[in-house]
Nanobody
Framework: QVQLVESGGGLVQAGDSLRLSCATSRITFSWYTLGWFRQAPGKERQFVAAASWSGGNTYADSVKGQFTISRDNAKNMVYLQMNSLKPEDTAVYYC??????????????WGQGTQVTVSS
């Protein structure tokens, strides 16, 4: 069974940084596009960033220059470095994986999410 497990969330102050990690198992990692999504209370889930299986990254306009996605194919890990956090970045952050997917998806597997709360 494919597993994606996020970690690294927490409560921080505005301006702080966090790095989220997503550990994957039971997938041929290098063939998967990895994405980060987030869902704030009362809002729909939104795309944050993706790292393509074939190379290249993309970001939502709202996080460009602020967040950085990276992947380690040797460790089957994907990361989201979040800098200069703002209260509006508060959300549950989800890791997702799509087999040879475009960065728009489809994403076949999802993690359980990790909470990020940014206080002002």
């Amino acid at each position: 069974q494919v597993q994606l497990v996020e970690s690294g969330g927490g409560l921080v102050q505005a301006g702080d940084s966090l790095r989220l990690s997503c550990a994957t198992s039971r997938i041929t990692f290098s063939w998967y596009t990895l994405g980060w999504f987030r869902q704030a209370p009362g809002k729909e889930r939104q795309f944050v960033a993706a790292a393509s299986w074939s190379g290249g990254n993309t970001y939502a306009d709202s996080v460009k220059g602020q967040f950085t996605i990276s992947r380690d194919n040797a460790k089957n890990m994907v990361y989201l470095q979040m800098n200069s956090l703002k209260p509006e970045d508060t959300a549950v952050y989800y890791c997702a994986a799509g087999y040879k997917a475009t960065m728009a998806g489809p994403y076949d597997h999802w993690g359980q999410g990790t909470q990020v709360t940014v206080s002002s």
